[in-house]
T-cell receptor, first 109, second 116 residues
Framework: LAKTTQPISMDSYEGQEVNITCSHN???????ITWYQQFPSQGPRFIIQ???TKVTNEVASLFIPADRKSSTLSLPRVSLSDTAVYYC??????????FGAGTTVTVRA | DGGITQSPKYLFRKEGQNVTLSCEQN?????MYWYRQDPGQGLRLIYY???????QKGDIAEGYSVSREKKESFPLTVTSAQKNPTAFYLC???????????????FGPGTRLTVL
């Protein structure tokens, strides 16, 4: 299983862009990179998934360099409601995905 | 509305008692999962099922049991053998992992179990 490393916490202010980088040095050829968001006392919610280069949806962008050993989740113009824990997962089999401790993002006014 | 429901939201039990947590989905998903989350930590996989009448142990299956008699339902029993059962339990479902590499799991609202 590809191990991931991401910062424990990050602080930001409303309107700023937040970038969370996840390291996954031993990512396998078939592995996808997936990000989830979790609010307190709720289940995680899928945000975005990518394999290489850049993926963008209405919520976030995911940047993956050519070597795929890291990825960066970008949240544009965050608001207070973006305060949550963000998980980086690497894998291809759903039941092999590992939710680590994640990154706690705190957005302040 | 399609989704996953878990009940109850809060559950209290005395030590030595078994308790069953309910999980139902109407998304027509083949795969279902149970996770445990302790305060300040990530999710740990307890059991998963890829198809009806089949399930596999996850990373922390000891002290838990499951059944998958219907596609829509995947109940989890926390037995008295589980040493530290107080936690937040999350159920999830997804399309057949064998059919897609799309790693989206849909999670229920969770059940917070407290052992008194």
């Amino acid at each position: 299983l590809a191990k991931t490393t991401q910062p424990i916490s990050m602080d930001s202010y409303e309107g700023q862009e937040v970038n969370i980088t996840c390291s996954h040095n031993n990512i396998a050829t078939n592995d996808y990179i997936t990000w989830y968001q979790q609010f307190p006392s709720q289940g995680p919610r899928f945000i975005i998934q990518g394999y290489k280069t850049k993926v963008t949806n209405e919520v976030a962008s995911l940047f993956i360099p050519a070597d795929r050993k890291s990825s960066t989740l970008s949240l544009p113009r965050v608001s207070l409601s973006d305060t949550a824990v963000y998980y980086c997962l690497v894998g291809v089999l759903h039941y092999k995905l590992s939710f680590g401790a994640g990154t706690t993002v705190t957005v302040r006014a | 509305d399609g989704g996953i429901t878990q009940s109850p939201k809060y559950l209290f039990r005395k030590e030595g008692q078994n308790v069953t947590l309910s999980c139902e989905q109407n998304l027509n998903h083949d795969a279902m999962y149970w996770y445990r989350q302790d305060p300040g930590q990530g999710l740990r996989l307890i059991y998963y099922s890829q198809i009806v009448n089949d399930f596999q142990k996850g990373d922390i299956a000891e002290g838990y049991s499951v059944s998958r008699e219907k596609k829509e339902s995947f109940p989890l029993t926390v037995t008295s053998a589980q040493k530290n059962p107080t936690a937040f339990y999350l159920c999830a479902s997804s399309i057949d992992p064998g059919l897609s590499s799309y790693n989206e799991q849909f999670f229920g609202p969770g059940t917070r179990l407290t052992v008194l």
